[in-house]
T-cell receptor, first 113, second 114 residues
């Protein structure tokens, strides 16, 4: 298995632009998570899905952020419009179930200028 | 609410020596799972070790072992025979049975000195 695949690995954009981050979880994993990592706040859970259904999006910072999971093999995290404070590393992770270990993607380094 | 606390922002250890990273947590759940993740400069998050709270035996994985003290809500990671490749951020994490959220500590930056 190729593991959790995220794209792009790096994204540089200007304030106000739309940004879309992509994730392909490990096949057979029912849970998908989006995390944001910054020096100031560490790892923050933004949202997670179970069987493609969003379960908890209380970590999504504001309405500029949205996430979808149209099928079991693909998810997107969209920021529109982007702001400099959104600059961070965004991780996607998947797991087989409750209490199972998380498998992380390699992350997307987002820089909003 | 669940919380995970790592009180050591930075640590260093001489190569081949042993180092212990601390982690405490707070929960009202009776059954849960604890993890240590390693994040080297490559940024990849790698699972180091996993402990099930209902198991009294401490988990071990080669040079990595934990000291799990359930009553004290403490879950420390011991790295024996430290190697240069162990240089990384280490995150302690918790997940319970009533939800599937993972709660992460703020991390400990470990440097192995040659």
């Amino acid at each position: 298995d190729a593991g959790v695949i995220q794209s792009p690995r790096h994204e540089v954009t200007e304030m106000g632009q739309e940004v879309t981050l992509r994730c392909k979880p490990i096949s057979g994993h029912d849970y998908l998570f989006w995390y944001r990592q910054t020096m100031m706040r560490g790892l923050e859970l933004l949202i997670y899905f179970n069987n493609n259904v969003p379960i908890d999006d209380s970590g999504m910072p504001e309405d500029r952020f949205s996430a979808k999971m149209p099928n079991a093999s693909f998810s997107t995290l969209k920021i529109q419009p982007s702001e400099p404070r959104d600059s961070a590393v965004y991780f996607c992770a998947s797991s087989r179930g409750i209490s199972e270990k998380l498998f992380f993607g390699s992350g997307t380094q987002l820089s909003v200028l | 609410a669940q919380t995970v606390t790592q009180s050591q922002p930075e640590m260093s250890v001489q190569e081949a020596e042993t180092v212990t990273l601390s982690c405490t947590y707070d929960t009202s759940e009776s059954n849960y799972y604890l993890f240590w993740y390693k994040q080297p400069p490559s940024r990849q998050m790698i699972l180091v070790i996993r402990q099930e709270a209902y198991k009294q035996q401490n988990a071990t994985e080669n040079r990595f072992s934990v000291n799990f003290q359930k009553a004290a809500k403490s879950f420390s990671l011991k790295i024996s025979d430290s190697q240069l490749g162990d240089t990384a951020m280490y995150f302690c994490a918790f997940t319970g049975n009533t939800g599937n959220q993972f709660y992460f500590g703020t991390g400990t930056s470990l440097t192995v000195i040659p």
